[in-house]
């Protein structure tokens, strides 16, 4: 899946000294589902064909992934980049990242340089595939070349999603800093996002402003209130302002929400190393 956050922390007065590893805000679906948003977004746009490949990688990937080869190998001129578009989002719900991530970028170079729309879809489906595959380098390039065809199109939707990703990268780059003013440009474009807020908070918590960091969970849980992921997080921003029981209590309710989600496992892991109630 995609990049995991290094940071360990010790909660609150736990009975050892070994420390908790924090939430990874990027789940472990997060690639199936960009390219679950990727194809839902474009069936409302898309033309017939594509619109039709793209319902199908839904439902039947690995059927999709014979029909775009199908379609791509008979294609020509801008129709290539549809083709490839279809596999590409066929290739990443089959878990596919490296090959969907070639994939989408010829298709993206299949794109005419004036569909400036289209090129910045396909070149960020790139840098998420890479992104997911563990190359945040590789993936920021891709993401900074897809963010200026998304401005330049007029696409603020894109361009928050990519704002999303960059995030992400510039984390895992150790650049801090302009990951906190992408997840700004995020929340800005993608106001009820409840990722870009839940990652905005982990941000928060990791350079230590925890009521910017609670502010931001809280916003998070508006969202989406079963979200594992913001339950979990919402118990580590409680645990280190010293809140063990508003964390024992969110982590609980992970528990209960989500008994056979990971996500279950990993609050009761942080439960165990809380003092008794």
């Keep these: 899946m995609t990049l995991l956050l290094a940071l360990m ?61 199908a379609w791509l190998e008979s294609a020509r001129g801008a129709q290539r980049g549809d083709a490839g578009q279809c596999l590409g989002v066929a290739q990443a719900q089959l878990g596919q990242g490296a090959a969907s991530a070639e994939t989408f970028l010829a298709a993206r170079d299949a794109t005419p340089e004036g569909d400036l729309r289209l090129r910045a879809l396909r070149g960020a489906l790139a840098g998420g595939a890479l992104l997911g595959e563990g190359d945040p380098a590789g993936a920021l390039a891709l993401l900074d070349a897809a963010r200026e065809d998304a401005h330049a199109a007029g696409e603020g939707t894109i361009a928050g999603q990519i704002a999303l990703d960059r995030a992400i990268a510039l984390v895992a780059l150790d650049r801090a800093d302009e990951a906190a003013q992408a997840l700004a ?76 989600n990971p ?9 165990d190393r809380l003092e008794p109630a």
């Design 9 to 69: 922390l010790q909660v609150g007065p736990a009975p050892t000294s070994e420390p908790i590893p924090a939430l990874p805000p990027e789940m472990e679906q997060q690639r199936a589902d960009r390219a679950r948003r990727a194809a839902a977004a474009e069936d409302a746009v898309a033309p017939g064909r594509l619109a039709q490949c793209l319902a199908r990688t839904r439902r039947d990937p690995g059927g999709a992934v014979e029909e775009a080869e």
């Design 185 to 260: 440009a995020a929340r800005a474009a993608l106001p009820d996002n409840a990722q870009a807020w839940l990652l905005s908070a982990t941000l928060s918590r990791r350079t230590g402003d925890l009521a910017e960091a609670q502010a931001r969970i809280e916003r998070a849980a508006e969202l989406a209130p079963r979200d594992p992921a913001v339950g979990l997080e919402a118990g580590v921003i409680a645990a280190m302002a010293g809140r063990d029981e508003a964390a024992r209590r969110s982590w609980l309710s992970v528990i209960e929400m989500a008994p056979d």
């Design 263 to 271: 996500a279950a496992a990993r609050a009761q892991a942080y439960i």
